[in-house]
Each structure stands twice: as structure tokens, then as C-alpha cells.
């Protein structure tokens, strides 16, 4: 499935995002481990991209990987992400985007747990949490 972009202004990003989300899904910021507000959230729900509401995952894939941030091994479904090389920082890792706006997320890895073997390893700035209910 196509999923249609959504284009702003690196301005109306701005106005729109706390600075906090604007550094980590415009600006690929990330934050201090063990920092963010969904590294140790255990309650049900679906999260999304804090730019443009795409729903990204379910707490039904949120593992604890260790790292101290919210990290899953799927995404809700398989478009809602797209991928690039980041090889900033002296490192080789994929960059996980919102395949709707273009939002960075996190990096995905490939020492997750069964059945996929991935760790979306995500920012909780780049994310809204959407309780069940």
C-alpha cells in the first residue's frame, strides 16, 4: 500500500512540535537513555508518530531490550516505516522514519527477539502513546 506524504515547512514543524520533538523526529536527535517517557511503559496501547498520528506499534510488540528506550520487535503494520543508512557518529545503522512524514524515529537492529529478530529501538520525543480504552 502507497502511503501518502505529509509536507510542511521545517517552520511549521516548529510550531507544531514541543522543541523536544522537533530536535528527535526533524532534526534526528535522540535522547539520554533511560530518559525518555516510554523506555519502562507497561500499559496497552498503540503508539504513534508525534508528527502526523500514523500508528507505528503495538504495546503487544514492545519488548525490554536493556537499552533504555522503548524498543519493539514489529511495527503495526509493514508499510508504516521506511529505512535509511545513517552513518553518522562513526557508525553503519539503519534510520527507522515515519513512511508518512518522514519523522525520525529511532534505528532498527537485528538482534530482537522471535519471531522477526528486529529491535525497533525508538525516542520516546517521536512518539505519542494512545492508551487502550
Not at 52 to 63: A, H, M, N, R, V
Not at 68 to 87: H, K, M, V
Request: hydrophobic share 30%; aromatic share 10%; with cysteine.
Amino acid at each position: 500500500m502507497l502511503v501518502e506524504k505529509i509536507i510542511k515547512s521545517e517552520a511549521q514543524w516548529q510550531r507544531e512540535l514541543s522543541p523536544e520533538a522537533f530536535r528527535i523526529a526533524r532534526k534526528q536527535g535522540t535522547e539520554r537513555a533511560f530518559s525518555g517517557a516510554y523506555w519502562d511503559n507497561h500499559a496497552q496501547g498503540t503508539y504513534v508518530c508525534v508528527c502526523c498520528g500514523q500508528p507505528l506499534f503495538s504495546s503487544e510488540t514492545k519488548f525490554d531490550s536493556g537499552t533504555g528506550w522503548p524498543s519493539f520487535f514489529q511495527t503495526i503494520t509493514p508499510d508504516a516505516l521506511e529505512s535509511n543508512r545513517d552513518c553518522s557518529h562513526d557508525m553503519e545503522r539503519i534510520e527507522a522514519v515515519c513512511s508518512k512524514c518522514d519523522a525520525h524515529l529511532g534505528h532498527v537492529f537485528e538482534d530482537g527477539p522471535a519471531p522477526t529478530r528486529l529491535r525497533y529501538c525508538m525516542n520516546s520525543g517521536a512518539l505519542r502513546f494512545l492508551p487502550n480504552g
